[in-house]
């Protein structure tokens, strides 16, 4: 049993210390001021003042910048996350 924990701990250990080497840099997600309307078409001024940050791809380049131009922006409210 004694085994399994430490098994388990190095196994934790070792996936946050890869995380931490391959991940992204993080983002610092901003509250959004006005009204957003679900439609699917970002034109409101609201979007232009969120957080937007770059991708990358695994597929089939893993790490390479896009082929294709994308622009994820991320913001909150009082009630909803919005991508």
């Not at 089939?60 to 913001?75: D, K, M």
Request: aromatic letters at 8%; proline letters at 2%.
């Amino acid at each position: 049993m004694k085994r399994i924990k430490i098994l388990i701990l190095i196994s934790t250990l070792s996936l946050i210390i890869l995380n931490d080497l391959t991940g992204q840099e993080s983002v610092k997600i901003k509250r959004i001021e006005g009204k957003i309307v679900f439609d699917g078409i970002p034109g409101e001024d609201s979007w232009k003042g969120m957080s937007t940050f770059s991708l990358v791809q695994f597929r089939p380049n893993s790490n390479s910048v896009l082929s294709e131009a994308s622009e994820v922006r991320i913001g909150y409210d009082d009630q909803y996350l919005w991508l």
